[in-house]
């Protein structure tokens, strides 16, 4: 399956839209990690324990939004969207929303 940011694929024409087709997960943050976190934000440097939360919380909804394209037909996804927000109090959940329009290529 193609899976672009763009509204078109270059090289190829869309014969059918499907559809919007979303994807969504929620993940939680441990106090391991935001302890590590906030040891680093003091004394600079990247998060990499919360960039590897990010990645799996992302590659998770764009899985989910891929299968539901899947289901309803579509062999590829364009104008891929990806939002991330914090939830929760003090903000201890991620969640990471994609929506895309699926086409049949």
């Known amino acids: ?3 672009t940011t763009t509204n078109s ?3 190829y024409t ?3 839209y499907k559809g ?3 994807g969504e997960t929620i993940i939680g943050a441990n106090f391991i990690k935001d302890l590590k976190a906030s040891i680093t934000d003091f004394f600079g440097g990247r ?3 919360y960039e590897k939360v990010l990645i799996k919380a992302k590659n998770t909804a764009l899985k989910e939004l891929e299968e539901r394209a899947i ?3 579509a062999n590829a996804i ?3 969207d990806i939002d991330y927000e914090a939830l929760g109090a003090g903000g201890s959940m991620l969640m990471v929303s994609l929506s895309g329009t699926a086409v049949i290529i």
Do not use: A, D, H
């Open 78 to 80: 364009i104008g891929i």
């Open 47 to 49: 998060s990499t324990s």
């Open 20 to 22: 919007i087709v979303t």
């Open 9 to 11: 694929i270059e090289g």
């Open 1 to 3: 399956m193609i899976l």
């Open 71 to 73: 289901q309803i037909g």
């Open 14 to 16: 869309i014969k059918e």
